[in-house]
């Protein structure tokens, strides 16, 4: 089955920087095949779209995160990457990988099916 598994949450102090990391397994197509996102949720808020990554590789943000996370993709390693700088406290949440519709669908980035456990990101001032 799919499985997307998350890492390198943890705390740092604001003006930090972390690499979430993840890794796909179990789809029939490689990872780039698939519209792929992050995704966060800190307490009560709803979730929110951080960033995706289409199959051509064009990337989209949340305004609230342009300029200072990039989103990127190994396709021989079907492993997603997040790399987060400048983190400020409000960035503090739980993290998620999540795979939209493959290639072949024009809707690939509008629903995602499959999700990771989550890892979390604490920012401390």
């Known amino acids: 089955q799919v499985m997307l598994v998350e890492s390198g949450g943890g705390s740092v102090q604001a003006g930090g920087s972390l690499r979430l990391s993840c890794a796909a397994s179990?789809?029939?197509?490689?990872?780039?095949?698939?519209?792929m996102g992050w995704f966060r949720q800190a307490p009560g808020n709803e979730r929110e779209q951080v960033a995706i990554?289409?199959?051509?590789?064009?990337?989209s943000y949340a305004d609230s995160v342009k300029g200072r996370f990039t989103l990127s993709r190994d396709n021989a390693e079907n492993t997603l990457y997040l790399q987060m700088n400048t983190l400020k406290r409000e960035d503090t949440a739980l993290y998620y990988c999540?795979?939209?519709?493959?290639?072949?669908?024009?809707?690939?980035?509008?629903?995602?099916?499959?999700w990771g456990q989550g890892t979390q990101v604490t920012v401390s001032s």
């Open positions: 999540a795979r939209g519709g493959s290639q072949w669908s024009s809707e690939r980035c509008k629903a995602f099916t499959f």
């Open positions: 179990g789809s029939v197509l490689s990872a780039s095949s698939y519209c």
């Open positions: 990554i289409d199959v051509d590789g064009s990337t």
